[in-house]
């Protein structure tokens, strides 16, 4: 038995909730994840998670083992870093997050660059909104992340990475050229959700404005940039968006940006990680990589 990745497969499990999940993250078949449960219960002599239909949860026994399960795998991965700085970073797992706009339209290019440079290196990238990639930078689940807004948080550190801006999209059936403020509230409009950057940022510009979230439209709230462009598309709504979401779009004449008197949003992407947090060499490498690959944009 392979204790280490047995280990690593029951802290999957218990942070997840879900034998699916877990094997979704650690690419592994769900059978595969229910065999290293099955080796680490028959290793210990006990019974580890409770097999609930709605939620897998830890037992007692298994509430202690995934203490140090946790230190366990911390410290394997320091062998592994030192192990790594002797090979010259020829080897070595580095798992990053990103929201959905730098995960999609950014990320991609810049993680294959770094992957020409170090090829023996194994990347992951998560993508969810804005909120959670920094609540699990926090919990150390990820090395660090790339997001769309800045939250006060003590313990972590934010560095600027790429400017963006952000417009109003519709169908090319819309006939309006230009809109002023006031006309945002008579506009069906489609959301993103709550916890997404993109739309932290353009619900603080409006209400600098004197417009609320609750004095607009909302249609339709969902859960990825691209789905709110499939809305937008299929004729719900208008969105904001981020203007690099779009170039192929606007090309094809699918979709059109339509300018809002007196509204100019603009942000940017911050990269961040915990204050306290020692990386890993190869961390450290990527996370150095992106920040001045950056710059050149």
């Not at 004197?210 to 004729?235: H, P, R, W």
Request: charged fraction near 30%.
């Amino acid at each position: 038995m392979d204790i280490v990745r047995c280990l690593r497969t029951f802290c999957a499990v218990v942070e997840n909730g879900s034998f699916t999940i877990a094997a979704v993250r650690l690419y592994l078949t769900q059978p595969s994840v229910s065999t290293h449960i099955r080796e680490l219960e028959k290793h210990y002599g006990s019974i580890l998670l409770n097999r609930k239909r709605d939620k897998i949860t830890p037992t007692d026994t298994g509430k202690l083992l995934y203490q140090h399960a946790k230190e366990i795998l911390q410290l394997t991965r320091e062998t592994e870093d030192i192990l790594d700085e002797v090979n010259n970073l020829l080897r070595g797992d580095i798992e990053i997050g990103a929201s959905t706009v730098p995960g999609t339209y950014i990320l991609p290019e810049l993680l294959m660059k770094f992957k020409r440079l170090y090829p023996g290196l194994k990347l992951s990238l998560r993508i969810r909104d804005t909120s959670m990639i920094i609540k699990e930078v926090f919990e150390q689940k990820i090395d660090f992340g790339i997001v769309g807004d800045k939250i006060k948080k003590a313990g972590l550190i934010f560095h600027k990475l790429i400017h963006d801006h952000i417009v109003l999209i519709a169908h090319p059936s819309i006939k309006k050229k230009r809109l002023k403020l006031d006309e945002l509230k008579d506009l069906p409009l489609v959301f993103r959700e709550n916890s997404s950057g993109t739309r932290m940022t353009v619900t603080e510009e409006l209400r600098k404005k004197g417009i609320l979230v609750k004095d607009l439209d909302i249609v339709m709230e969902l859960g990825s940039t691209e789905a709110v462009k499939q809305g937008v598309l299929a004729g719900l709504g208008a969105s904001f968006v981020s203007e690099r979401t779009i170039r192929n779009e606007e090309k094809q004449g699918l979709l059109k940006k339509i300018p809002v008197k007196g509204l100019k949003i603009d942000r940017n992407f911050w990269i961040v990680k915990r204050s306290s947090s020692n990386f890993s060499r190869t961390g450290k490498a990527l996370y150095n990589f992106i920040r001045k690959e950056s710059e050149k944009q």
